[in-house]
């Protein structure tokens, strides 16, 4: 079995059967091997861009900042895979999730 590219959907237990005959001397037997293949993603990418780009250091007040979080997922899972997206300032409680638009 060849698996390319292997998936998480191929995760499971594979076994070989070989069934073994000889019929001159009336031999027969069957063997078994397994293996399990578990799977995990890879580890999305996580990016936080600013609009305008390149800002750092200390801001003027007065003046907007955008902040983006992307986050990008390997093409070759094909696992449904859930993404939420949740901000906050200073460890506190969120201010939005992914499904918002947040103003401050």
Known sequence: VYFTPLRTSDSGRYRCSVDISQTDINYQDVFYESFTISTT??????VVTTDPPNV????VEGTYIDLVCTVTINDDVNTEVDVNIVWSRNG????MNSSDDYSM
Do not use: D, K, N, R
């Open 56 to 59: 750092a250091g200390t801001l």
């Open 92 to 95: 506190g409680s969120p201010l």
């Open 41 to 46: 993603i890879p580890t999305p990418e996580v």
